[in-house]
């Protein structure tokens, strides 16, 4: 990466995470569950560092036509963790496991509502010990860090 691709991706990341600060919380109710999806090869890892926000990976993207050409830095999940409010809105994929986090009342990492009707973003990392996940879409719910 050279330092004018640099500058443009850390100011690409620099605005993502400003709108995403003024953005509104999202409303969630105490009770119900947020779920995220993943590949099976992550489900170590996330037992035992907790379900991670994305981490920087400095991938190049092609503009949209219409927008310009070439390519860019891409910063548009680094820093985030995606989640949805339900269990249609999460990755599924033929090795995928799915985790859910049950909303609680207090001590609740700071969600906001983003484009997606069902998906809500966090800055923070969700700990094992508040989920659950089962292997693809029908297994039964087993907590993650018993």
Known sequence: ???????????????????WAGKADAKLKTGRYLYHG????????????GLQPAKNEWRAKKW??????????????????????TRAGMYVAENAVSIRMQISEGNQPTFKSVGAASEVTS????????????????????????
């Open 64 to 85: 949209n036509p219409g927008r310009g050409t070439g390519t860019a830095w891409d910063a548009s999940k680094d820093g985030f963790l995606s989640m949805s409010t």
């Open 38 to 49: 993943t590949d099976m090869s992550n489900l170590e890892a996330i037992k035992e560092h």
């Open 1 to 19: 990466m050279t330092d004018e691709e640099w500058s443009a991706y850390e100011q690409s990341s620099f605005n993502k995470m400003k709108r």
């Open 123 to 146: 800055t923070t990392t969700i700990p094992a010990s508040r989920l659950e996940y089962r292997v693809g879409t029908t297994g039964a719910w087993q907590p993650l860090n018993p």
